[in-house]
């Protein structure tokens, strides 16, 4: 992974984040939180997604989509976490 590739996935990552804790009202962990959960969600759905055979497509806006599932995903697990 390229010094590029990795600065898009972290600024992306940080967008999905952001956009994951407004989807998820009281599931978040703040913005910072947030923006750190959307970096790890990129990860975990860049990771996933092609692995269980999903093609969302390309691009930027195909990579936020991704990003922004993988932190919704990981905002849901932490919030069931946090309530248990």
């Not at 590739?5 to 009202?25: P, T």
């Not at 990860?43 to 497509?57: C, D, K, R």
């Not at 991704?66 to 919704?72: C, D, S, T, V």
């Amino acid at each position: 992974m390229s010094l590029e590739s990795l600065v898009v996935l972290l600024v992306v990552g940080g967008i999905a984040g952001w956009l994951a804790g407004l989807i998820m009202r009281g599931f978040g962990c703040g913005v910072i939180g947030n923006i750190v959960v959307g970096i790890v969600g990129a990860f975990l759905a860049g990771w996933l997604l092609p692995t269980i055979g999903v093609s969302i497509g390309s691009g930027i806006a195909g990579s936020i989509v991704r990003a922004l599932i993988g932190a919704i995903i990981l905002l849901a697990i932490i919030g069931a976490i946090k309530r248990a």
